[in-house]
């Protein structure tokens, strides 16, 4: 509450002191808010979790900005057609699991492997999880549908890549191995020119098994490059 702000203001919200924080939502009084100090606080869902502080320098936006990042924005999100021009301008590659909205087992365990093997490349790549059913056409470019999930794929905004085998995600080091092939040009070097010699099996023509991923199918959810934004460097103006 600000303190020259009109005294029937203060009196219908019954704000007698400096300083006031009332909270509303929807139009409606939220519970009463004590000021109680320089604190950052995540409440976690449910009841029995305990609050976490942040520990860190107030004085450090970095900080703050990436321990807020970490309590509040899921490592592992859903991608819709609401939010998926969003994500695309982030500009990072996609790492997918595409599953039925009722198995939560799939996205269970694609959720854990992900935080076991892939913490690190937080930031280096968007992991995501999406209704097979509502994304039938990236499906259908990949060669597959809703009846083969859950299915893992990389969309680069180039190409899509296949993960062979979603069981072979429980394999330790076979979905970091997949992302990392991403990263050093390996998937694409092989969608051009076929398997590496140290992959190709013996006494088989390189040239019969190499892949044919599709093109990428997500970067048509990307923003117009005539919408105005801050994350482009050009001159907008």
Sequence with gaps: ????????????????????????????????????????IYKPPGHSAPDMVYLGSMTNFDGIYNWIQDKCVPLV?????ENGEELTEEGLPFLILFHMKEDTESLEIFQNEVARQLI????????????????????????????????????????MYVFENFKDILIPGRLKQF?????????????????????????????????????????KLAPSEYRYTLLRDRDEL
């Design 179 to 219: 992302v990392f092939d991403l990263h050093s040009g390996k998937l694409h070097r092989e969608f051009h020119h076929g398997p590496d010699p140290t992959d190709t099996a013996q006494g088989q023509d390189a040239q019969d098994v190499a892949s044919s991923p599709p093109e990428s199918s997500f970067q």
């Design 77 to 81: 999100r859903e991608i819709t057609f």
């Design 120 to 159: 690190s490349e937080k930031g280096a790549i968007n992991f995501l999880h999406a209704d097979c059913d509502k994304f039938r056409h990236p499906l259908l470019h990949i060669q597959k549908t809703p009846a083969d999930c859950p299915v893992i794929a990389i969309d680069s905004f180039r190409h």
């Design 1 to 40: 509450m600000l303190p020259a702000a009109p005294a029937e203001i203060a009196q219908r919200y019954r704000i007698s002191k400096y300083p006031t924080l009332k909270l509303f939502r929807n139009g409606t009084v939220s519970k009463p808010e004590r000021y109680s100090g320089d604190s950052i």
